[in-house]
């Protein structure tokens, strides 16, 4: 990334963004660091946009003078082809959250993956990684299936709705991590995966506000498994909030939403943030209501 000019300009390009606490968390973290920086969102829904522009958005805003972009639903995919240069991480994923415009060109990366897998090591250290059920197998879930596998997982069951969506997620996985063994499963499979497992990430939209609830039975829970959930808003989830009465190790969701925004943050500036101070901003604005 090149460091020639003394302030920066970035950018989030998505669909329904504009109250992302993104921006927010990068602008403190930067004005920590003593840096001049400008975090922007471009809410496709209020511009009038569709996700087939963000090409024509990252060249604008290059000729603006934006040094970076964090991209979001729905361009994760769609930027792809608009990019010079792709991360390896990001190409076996195929999706991209941060752009760097650089001398070189577009430089696309994917901190979703190192976001969840930073947010497992140092909020479960030690966690057991024989066997893990992941539920939702989505656009979230694919990164954290990715980063689970990354991280030593030996065998990941994923379990979604959507059949043919889960068996693609599975053929993907298992040609990128040969030495693990990764299956697909239903709902009905959900309990007898859960009772062998070490480890569960949920990773749907159940138990957001707008979706509020448990997304499996509590009966199915015990003390031996950790539990993580990928939902941030709220913190503390009813499944997190039961796990935990029930004695089980837990990873609430906003570690991966402040893991992957210390990753692109450090990504964009070269510096790298401090993550518990960005945890504690980040749960500042989730409890005011932001």
Same mark, same amino acid.
């Given at each position: 990334?090149?460091?020639?000019?003394?302030?920066?300009?970035? %950018?989030? +390009?998505?669909?329904?963004?504009?109250?992302?606490?993104?921006?927010?968390?990068?602008? #403190?973290?930067?004005?920590?660091?003593?840096?001049?920086?400008?975090?922007?969102?471009?809410?496709?829904?209020?511009?009038?946009?569709?996700?087939?522009?963000?090409?024509?958005?990252? *060249?604008?805003?290059?000729?603006?003078?934006?040094?970076?972009?964090?991209?979001?639903?729905? $361009?994760?995919?769609?930027?792809?082809?608009?990019?010079?240069?792709?991360?390896?991480?990001?190409?076996?994923?195929?999706?991209?959250?941060?752009?760097?415009?650089?001398?070189?060109?577009?430089?696309?990366?994917?901190?979703?993956?190192?976001?969840?897998? *930073?947010?497992? &090591?140092?909020?479960?250290? !030690?966690?057991?990684?024989?066997?893990?059920?992941?539920? %939702?197998?989505?656009?979230?879930?694919?990164?954290?299936?990715?980063?689970?596998?990354?991280?030593?997982? !030996?065998?990941?069951?994923? +379990?979604?709705?959507?059949? /043919?969506?889960?068996?693609?997620?599975?053929?993907?996985?298992?040609?990128?991590?040969?030495?693990?063994?990764?299956?697909?499963?239903?709902?009905?499979?959900?309990?007898?995966?859960?009772?062998?497992?070490?480890?569960?990430?949920?990773?749907?939209?159940?138990?957001?506000?707008?979706?509020?609830?448990?997304?499996?039975?509590?009966?199915?829970? #015990?003390?031996?498994?950790?539990? &993580? /959930?990928?939902?941030?808003?709220?913190?503390?989830?009813?499944?997190? /909030?039961?796990?935990?009465?029930? !004695? $089980?190790?837990?990873?609430?969701?906003?570690?991966?939403?402040? %893991?992957?925004?210390?990753?692109?943050?450090?990504? +964009?500036?070269?510096? *790298?943030?401090?993550?518990?101070?960005?945890?504690?901003?980040?749960?500042?604005?989730?409890?005011?209501?932001?």
């Amino acid at each position: 990334m090149s460091t020639t000019t003394e302030s920066w300009l970035v %950018g989030l +390009i998505g669909e329904g963004i504009t109250a992302s606490l993104t921006p927010p968390m990068h602008e #403190r973290e930067a004005r920590e660091n003593g840096l001049s920086y400008l975090y922007r969102p471009v809410d496709l829904s209020v511009n009038g946009r569709s996700g087939t522009e963000v090409g024509d958005l990252l *060249r604008y805003g290059r000729d603006l003078g934006f040094n970076a972009f964090n991209i979001t639903h729905p $361009c994760k995919q769609l930027v792809m082809e608009h990019l010079d240069q792709v991360s390896d991480d990001a190409a076996r994923l195929g999706a991209v959250n941060t752009v760097l415009v650089t001398d070189e060109g577009f430089m696309g990366h994917n901190t979703d993956h190192s976001g969840f897998g *930073r947010a497992l &090591a140092a909020g479960l250290p !030690g966690a057991a990684l024989e066997k893990v059920v992941q539920l %939702g197998a989505g656009g979230a879930g694919a990164a954290v299936a990715y980063a689970l596998l990354k991280a030593g997982v !030996g065998q990941l069951t994923l +379990i979604d709705l959507d059949l /043919d969506r889960v068996q693609e997620r599975v053929q993907a996985l298992s040609a990128l991590f040969p030495e693990a063994h990764v299956a697909a499963g239903t709902s009905a499979d959900l309990a007898g995966a859960l009772a062998a497992a070490d480890g569960f990430v949920q990773a749907t939209p159940v138990g957001m506000h707008s979706h509020p609830g448990m997304p499996v039975d509590p009966a199915l829970l #015990r003390s031996e498994l950790w539990v &993580a /959930d990928v939902i941030y808003r709220p913190v503390r989830t009813k499944l997190i /909030d039961t796990a935990e009465s029930l !004695g $089980c190790r837990v990873l609430d969701g906003g570690h991966m939403a402040v %893991g992957q925004a210390v990753d692109a943050f450090e990504l +964009i500036t070269g510096i *790298r943030p401090d993550p518990a101070r960005m945890r504690a901003h980040f749960l500042d604005m989730v409890s005011s209501g932001l």
